[in-house]
């Protein structure tokens, strides 16, 4: 394996921040690949748990099923926070779900805007995207799994940073709120709240995540649109989260049986 | 093994039975009770209807026709750790991670499976060769479904 590249920082937060072990150490560099690959390689030095790796600028930022993550340089925030220690199952598909909500609460606490998330995990305001993350894990047998949870947040971009493409869709705090923001406050306060959340989750469960989760989620009851990666398309209304934070929808076909489906993968849109 | 141990353990093979449930495990003043049973593999709708797969552990899986008594022995079953979606490539685009045949070794990639966006890795626990995929890319999978069979002999 490569060698890592030399952080600017290896303990950026450490004063700032009063958690037990998430961003502790928070490794800071000027420009990386992308934070989750880091994270990864990190893991397999031997990092400890709850690292954080943080990057003013991603050279190759990855989104899901290798899709790419716009990442201008000193106007947002990318982080990729490092899980080594194993967690069950019902923990481990909330964690994405978990991310969302702790954003969308961090978002709205210091911009007063409303934020909402749509299934999963995508942090909307005003109905364009703020910030996309990125959950990956590594499963070498039962015991050995690291899982990076990728976090990328347009805070203080303005409309001409975006590509044309994705102009119609990303949106920034800047640009939704009119003012700018300090990147790294806004990181000491996520962490401390994700910490919290996570620990609330291992120690008593989904429901109280999963009520926050439902209160934020705009899919549900809405009509949806859900196309898999195997080119199946389903139509349906939301009605709700399951136990493992699937969305459960009731189908067209299904809608005098009431029979529920449950959703853990492929895109989601609402129809209007 | 008293009368009410006995009525206890029927009751929750009565249970396993009425949920469809694979394994079940009961704890209480020290004793531990687990009762298990192997089901025929899951065959799934497209994106995964709820309450139709029960998850299974290290399932029975269609014997590997062309393999010989003793070399099924050794097989080493891949199983999802997860329930979610299986893919065999990292994109729509890309090549498979594995193909029927190839040799892999220890901590590589042979697969995701997805759940909520979190995208799951499963690496190989041994150098060894794919004997079989047992299923298709875009498959939902359940909890320990399996979805590789390596034969850690067949090292190159």
Redo the contacts between chains.
């Keep these: 394996m490569d060698d890592l590249p030399i952080p600017l920082s290896k303990n950026y937060l450490q004063s700032a921040i009063s958690t037990q072990y998430i961003g502790r150490p928070t490794l800071y560099y000027k420009s990386v690949t992308s934070t989750n690959t880091l994270g990864f390689q990190a893991a397999e030095i031997g990092i400890s748990h709850g690292t954080v790796i943080l990057a003013d600028h991603q050279t190759a930022g990855k989104g899901r099923l290798g899709r790419t993550w716009h990442s201008p340089e000193n106007k947002n925030l990318y982080f990729s926070i490092v899980l080594t220690k194993p967690s069950s199952q019902s923990v481990t598909s909330w964690i994405p779900l978990l991310t969302g909500v702790v954003l969308a609460e961090c978002l709205e606490s210091i911009s007063a805007l409303s934020i909402s998330l749509k299934w999963p995990n995508d942090v909307l305001c005003h109905e364009k995207k703020l910030g996309g993350i990125l959950c990956e894990a590594r499963q070498k047998g039962a015991s050995n799994w690291v899982c990076v949870v990728g976090i990328g947040i347009n805070i203080n971009c303005n409309k001409d940073d975006f590509p044309l493409e994705l102009s119609p869709t990303a949106t920034s705090l800047a640009i939704e709120s009119h003012r700018e923001y300090h990147c790294h406050d806004f990181l000491t306060t996520f962490l401390e709240k994700f910490e919290r959340k996570y620990e609330h989750l291992l120690n008593a469960g989904i429901h109280d995540l999963r009520s926050q989760y439902i209160l934020r989620c705009q899919t549900l009851e809405q009509s949806v649109l859900v196309h898999d990666m195997a080119g199946t398309q389903l139509k349906g209304q939301a009605v709700s989260i399951g136990d493992d934070g699937a969305l459960e929808i009731v189908t067209s076909e299904n809608s005098k049986s009431g029979i529920i489906t449950s959703i853990r993968s492929g895109d989601v849109f609402h129809v209007r | 093994m008293s009368d009410s141990q006995k009525e206890e353990i029927e009751a929750l093979v009565r249970l396993l039975d009425q949920h469809h449930l694979t394994e079940l495990e009961l704890e209480k003043k020290g004793v531990r009770i687990r009762i298990r049973r192997d089901l025929p593999p899951v065959i799934s709708?497209?994106?995964?209807?709820?309450f139709t797969s029960p998850p299974i552990e290290q399932a029975a899986v269609e014997p590997v026709a062309s393999a010989t008594p003793a070399e099924q022995a050794r097989f080493v079953t891949v199983a999802s750790?997860?329930?979610?979606?299986f893919?065999r490539s990292?994109?729509?685009?890309?090549d498979a991670y594995v193909e029927e045949g190839d040799f892999v070794k220890k901590?590589q990639?042979l697969c995701i499976v997805?759940?909520?966006?979190?995208?799951?890795?499963?690496?190989a626990?041994a150098d060894g060769r794919i004997v079989k995929i047992l299923l298709e890319?875009?498959?939902?999978v359940e909890?320990g479904q399996p979805l590789f069979l390596l034969d850690p002999m067949g090292v190159s």
Excluded: Q
């Design positions: 709708s497209p994106i995964g209807e709820r750790p997860i329930v979610g979606t893919y990292p994109s729509p685009d890309a901590g990639v997805e759940a909520m966006k979190l995208m799951n890795e499963i690496e626990e890319s875009t498959t939902p909890y």
